[in-house]
């Protein structure tokens, strides 16, 4: 099976393409990362395509799509899920969303209890925690100095915000396309998107 991998939830957009055999073993054949929250809407779509070209694969060859569905600040977010939907519509594959902060956890690989966190922007930071790579609390938004970070013996994520923990830094600062991949459901219906804001967009329409 060839899956088509996008995030946008954080500052980086990231694309890739990872094929999993039957027996679960994941190989990554392409990965394209630009790390500017600015270029999502320009780079999300030419980064699929230089991904396709460099695996040798056609749209048409792949599987299905993972997206990341946040937490993440609006734009950014909504960006890499259109992109994503209208990639899965046109080709008919189906796209499976899945929480970011998962994606990092699996990529980090963690024993024990692992504090994930990224920028939230306006001072705060999006943050789960995590036992064995499964999740036992979040996502949660809030201010630095509110994160719970309970037994946590390592924090993966954004260096300058997970940094100020006090604990082992992970080398897992955003979701790669394997981490996307390995926290997806396959055996379960698609659905929906549904975006993980956690709080309201930044532009808001005036009520007259």
């Known amino acids: ?111 024990g209890e692992l504090l994930v966190v990224t920028d ?10 995590y036992v064995d790579g499964l999740r036992i609390d979040g996502p949660n938004v809030s201010a630095p100095g509110a994160v719970v970070i309970g037994n946590a013996t390592a924090v993966a994520g954004s260096p300058a915000h997970a940094g100020i923990y006090g604990l082992p830094l992970l080398d897992a600062a955003t979701p790669t396309p394997a981490g996307l991949v390995a926290v997806a459901n396959f055996s379960a219906d698609s659905g929906p998107l549904e975006p993980m804001y956690l709080r309201r967009p930044d532009a808001v329409e005036q009520v007259r």
């Open 120 to 129: 939230a922007r306006r001072r705060e930071v999006y943050w789960a925690r």
């Open 1 to 111: 099976m060839y899956v088509l991998a996008v995030d946008t939830a954080t500052p980086s957009v990231t694309v890739g393409i990872v094929e999993v055999e039957s027996c679960g073993k994941q190989t990554t054949l392409a990965t394209r990362v630009t790390d500017n929250a600015r270029a999502h809407t320009e780079v999300a779509a030419p980064q699929i395509a230089e991904c396709l070209s460099e695996s040798g694969l056609a749209s048409t060859d792949l599987d299905a799509v993972v997206v990341g569905v946040g937490p993440g600040p609006f734009t950014g977010l909504r960006v890499g899920m259109a992109t994503a939907a209208a990639f899965a519509d046109a080709v008919g594959i189906p796209v499976h969303g899945v929480c970011s902060l998962d994606a990092i956890a699996s990529e980090a690989n963690s024993t």
